[in-house]
């Protein structure tokens, strides 16, 4: 268990409609990133943000958009979903988000577009 | 373009068969190379950075060394719970992204 949790676990919508995940990092963490994993293109570093501010943006589509709260944890939300947004959704953590830092990943959230 | 390029694609082993995985890697200046397994539907973890030519570092069965172009994570006599995808990314300097390569699929032949 890496202390970064996800939710949900599973989802299933359809075409057009807009849903949000969600992510708490591990206690003390200052930085979350997301990413995109699918079986034709790996993971994709899609965004991060460090204590509330973006830091990197990565392929990210601009139906999609990210925040990190007050209270560190992030949301990402995507809109207008297509067949091929269904893929495994990643949130990381880290202290600092530097390059010395050790990113500790959630279990993910399968989103399944019908 | 900054690039990440893994091989082999996949990997069966046999005890006692050691082997290594390369990572190729193109970007304009490196901050940080990293390597992480995988195991199915879950996320990666961790297992080590390096930044500069010449690194090495070492957890238990795997050696993980840095070159100006390339990487490789050396596996000695694997054991069948390190079957996973061991998947390396890099960050390029002046940027915080991180670009990761296709992975390399292990699989343990007992």
């Known amino acids: 268990d890496s202390g970064v949790t996800q939710t949900p676990k599973h989802l299933i919508t359809a075409t057009g409609q807009r849903v949000t995940l969600r992510c708490s990092p591990r206690?003390?963490?200052?930085?979350v990133y997301w990413y995109q994993q699918s079986l034709d293109q790996g993971l994709q570093f899609l965004i991060q943000?460090?204590?509330?501010?973006?830091?990197a943006k990565g392929n990210i589509l601009e139906r999609f958009s990210a925040q990190q709260f007050p209270d560190l944890h992030s949301e990402l939300n995507l809109s207008s979903l297509e067949l091929g947004d269904s893929a495994l959704y990643f949130c990381?953590?880290?202290?600092?988000?530097?390059?010395?830092?050790?990113?500790?990943f959630g279990p993910g959230t399968r989103l399944t577009v019908l | 373009e900054d690039q990440v390029t893994q091989s082999p694609e996949a990997l069966r082993l046999q005890e006692g068969e050691s082997s290594s995985l390369n990572c190729s890697y193109t970007?304009?200046?490196?901050?940080?190379l990293f390597w992480y397994r995988q195991d199915p539907g879950k996320g990666p973890e961790f297992l080590f950075t390096?930044?500069?030519a010449g690194e090495e570092k070492e957890k238990e069965r795997l050696k993980a060394t840095l070159t100006k172009k390339e990487s490789f994570l050396h596996i000695t006599a694997p054991k069948p719970e390190d079957s996973a995808t061991y998947l390396c990314?890099?960050?390029?300097?002046?940027?915080?992204?991180?670009?990761f390569g296709t992975g390399t699929r292990l699989k343990f032949l007992a």
């Open positions: 970007v304009s200046g490196l901050r940080g």
């Open positions: 206690s003390g963490d200052l930085s």
């Open positions: 390096l930044y500069s």
């Open positions: 990381a953590s880290s202290l600092s988000g530097t390059s010395t830092d050790t990113q500790y």
């Open positions: 943000y460090y204590n509330g501010e973006e830091r």
């Open positions: 990314a890099v960050q390029a300097t002046g940027t915080y992204k991180y670009i």
